[in-house]
Structures are given as C-alpha cells and as structure tokens.
C-alpha cells in the first residue's frame, strides 16, 4: 500500500485538532481533567490539563503514524481495497475528535454518559468497517 501524504497530513492534522480546541477552552477547564469513567458514567481516574489538552493528541498521532507506516510496509496489503485503507486513516482521527469531545464535555460539567456515547461511535465503527 502506498501511502497517501496529502491523506496523512489531513487526517494528523485532525487528529491534533482537539489541542487547540483544549487551549480555547484553556481558561474554563479544572487543573484535574476526568479522562476515565466507569459504566455508570463516573471518573474515576484524573490527569492534569496539560496531559489531557497535549498528551493524549500527541499520543493519538503516534499510534496513527505507527499504524499507517505498518499498513505499508506489508505487501499483502497492496491489494487492499480503497475504501478499507481510507475508513484506517480516518480512523484515528475519529477517535481523537470523540474522546476529547468527552473528555472536555465532562470537565466542563456536561452530563452526557460517556457508556452511551462510546457504544454508539464503536457501533458505528463495527458498521463501517465490516462493510468493508
């Protein structure tokens, strides 16, 4: 598989989307951010702003590069079909969106359950990728 830099550079750009989304917000978020919740919608672990805002976006786009440059490097996916390889580059992506979507949501008060939210976006991800 060859891979698409112009897709690349989109889909990482996305993915660190949420850190500037973070430092708009900056001046409202607690010092402590929820970045885990139990099943009834609780957090139950914090982590610093900094690591939150900086750190998880980072983090994201590690493992998006990792998975692009692996999907590349193995010959057996040249003949992969087109729509699979754009539904992996935008896959990241989404999840950094989702998770800090969440992530801010709920330290700035929001009530949404995060169970509820995630079992609909993974829903939607089963769907997408087994039509592939």
């Not at 330290?107 to 079992?119: D, H, I, M, R």
Request: charged residues 10%; aromatic residues 12%.
């Amino acid at each position: 598989m060859k891979t698409n830099k112009k897709l690349l550079l989109l889909t990482s750009m996305v993915i660190l989307f949420p850190m500037l989304w973070g430092l708009m917000i900056w001046s409202q978020l607690p010092n402590q951010i929820p970045i885990h919740f139990n099943a009834a919608g609780q957090a139950n672990n914090f982590q610093s702003k900094v690591l939150a805002v900086f750190g998880l976006p980072l983090f994201l786009l590690l493992v998006h590069l990792f998975v692009i440059f692996m999907i590349g490097r193995d010959s057996k996916n040249s003949a992969m079909n087109e729509k699979m390889i754009r539904a992996i580059y935008w896959l990241t992506p989404i999840v950094s969106l989702s998770t800090s979507y969440l992530i801010y949501s709920k330290a700035l008060g929001s009530t949404t359950n995060p169970s509820v939210f995630v079992s609909v976006l993974l829903g939607l991800i089963f769907v997408i990728m087994g039509n592939y």
